[in-house]
């Protein structure tokens, strides 16, 4: 088990470079940001992210990440901007405060954007397994030691989980207390992280030892068993999407 | 190819030396077992070989350690790792976790030495084989067993082909074939390629089936160096926190009490048992 999201799949935007996925995902934050109404936001949600998401065969993944997310940004977006925000077509009167649909409209259109930045990383994370990611930027000069951490993180967290775990169950085999009243609880903290933080440094000083011994830190040119997948027909996307990101920004700007 | 002389060394905030004035030469080729009780400095001597004395863990040291004419404190740790391979007790804390797959594990190493794409598949699948894991190719290091992780950070330093190959009691997680197909490998790797190895390990049956030479520690010392047979069946073994093999064990009763006329040195394997009791 690993902490990613990552659902593999035999999709062809599976097989995408992940900095193909990437640029993509930057033009469709950039267009949901930039772009002036709501139709057009959404419009970039179902025709490119939605439609990406269904022939990745994560259709149904896609929307329940988004909406697990985007739920809270939503009501709360709609209270605030519905009540508070200028204008005169009041909806519904509610006595000190009036629900108005410019307010709704504006909830709306930021709900929106905030979807389709959302939408853009989801679709990213889903299709796209971490460590090539990390590869494909370590190969545009990332330091291999900050892929490294990341990649690392996504599987070491679960085992931690695991550990705390054992280390609550050891505990409690000896007597200690971890349920009942806050102070029982508080007081069962700190023989629960005291093993947990300690062991971890400890295992710190291993783990180093054996990246040592692995020439992590040897200088000069490294290869790899990963194949990442590329095409002049990806490339040339590629620039097209940072340059429509580009125009974009220019446009807004202006 | 080792080169240890007069090596002292004591970890720092620690007045009590972990080593003292150690003189070893280890020519290519030569499978050297390091015996010894808990805390006779065993670990402390495969860091030394391994360039993570003086590097890793600070301290004070005198003497040499040198690795195929390298002195191990001139050149950086980054470089030893190429030179030496360490394979270290706690085999959970050797997965790196830079990898999502078994057979990537193994390759990363690999890939930090710059070693090409076909060879690191090749090099890597033959680790794997060797170490029984080639079923296990495509499953995530984390998910395996604790004797299975063992023998990934086995096929990790295998795969690297280093000339001289440290382990560290490499077998505490292993069943008794994985142990000894381990030495069996350790066995065709020394004769076949001429790797130096040192192996640290407390299964007296194994290091003398296989162990061209044993050394025994005591308190940082090295108390006594030789043939298995003249090492292992030795009185005074038993003096420094050691048992002798069953079998030396039985034949020294019998001889003492006169049950044995055998003339042969005291067995320490089973094949040499039933020489000596015929």
Known sequence: MTGTLYLPRDSFVHRLNPLTKISLALACVVAGSTLPTLPMVLGVFVLVLSTMAASARLFVHFLRACFRVIWPFAVSLTIVQGLFSEGTTVLLDLGPFNLKAEGLLSAATLTGRLLVGLGAATLLTLTTRPDLLMHSLVERGLPAQTAYIVVTALQIIPEFRARA?????????????????????????????????????????????????????????????????????????????????????????? | MIEVEDFSFSYAGNPKPALT?????????????????????????????????????????????????????????????????????????????????????????????????????????????????????????????????????????????????????????????????????????????????????????????????????SGGRVLADGKPREVLTSPALEAHGLRATRYTQVARRLRSAGLARSTLPLPMTLPQAVEFLR
């Not at chain 1, 700190?190 to 830190?217: K, N, Q, W, Y």
């Open chain 1, 165 to 254: 775990q054992s280390i609550i169950d050891a505990q409690r085999s000896r007597g200690l207390e971890t349920e009942g009243s806050m102070l029982s609880r508080l007081r069962s903290l700190f023989p629960l992280v005291a093993p947990l933080v300690l062991g971890s440094l400890m295992d710190l000083e291993e783990r180093a030892i054996a990246l040592e011994a692995r020439a992590f830190t040897r200088r000069g040119h490294r290869t790899s068993l990963l194949e990442i997948p590329d095409s002049t027909i990806e490339r040339i996307a590629r620039w097209g999407f940072l340059l429509l990101t580009g125009a974009m920004v220019v446009v807004r700007v202006i």
């Open chain 2, 21 to 217: 004035a150690i003189d070893l030469l280890i020519p290519p080729g030569q499978v050297c077992a390091i015996v010894g009780a808990n805390g006779a400095g065993k670990s402390t001597l495969c860091f030394a070989l391994s360039g993570f004395i003086p590097h890793f863990y600070r301290g004070t040291l005198s003497g040499s350690v040198r690795v195929n004419g390298s002195s191990l404190s001139d050149i950086p740790l980054s470089d030893c790792a190429g030179e030496v391979g360490l394979v270290f007790q706690n085999p959970f804390n050797q997965i790196t976790g830079a990898r999502f797959t078994v057979l990537e594990e193994v390759a990363f190493g690999l890939e930090n030495l710059g070693v090409g794409r076909d060879e690191i598949l090749a090099r890597s699948q033959e680790a794997l084989a060797a170490t029984g894991l080639a079923e296990l190719a495509d499953r995530s290091p984390f998910a395996l067993s604790g004797g299975q992780q063992q023998r990934l950070a086995i096929a990790s330093m295998l795969a690297m082909r280093p000339r001289v190959l440290v382990l560290d009691e490499p077998t505490s997680q292993l069943d008794p074939a994985g142990t000894e197909a381990l030495f069996e490998r350790l066995d065709i790797l020394s004769s076949s390629s001429d790797t130096t190895i040192v192996i640290a390990e407390q299964k007296l049956e194994l290091v003398a089936a296989f162990a061209h030479r044993v050394v025994v520690l």
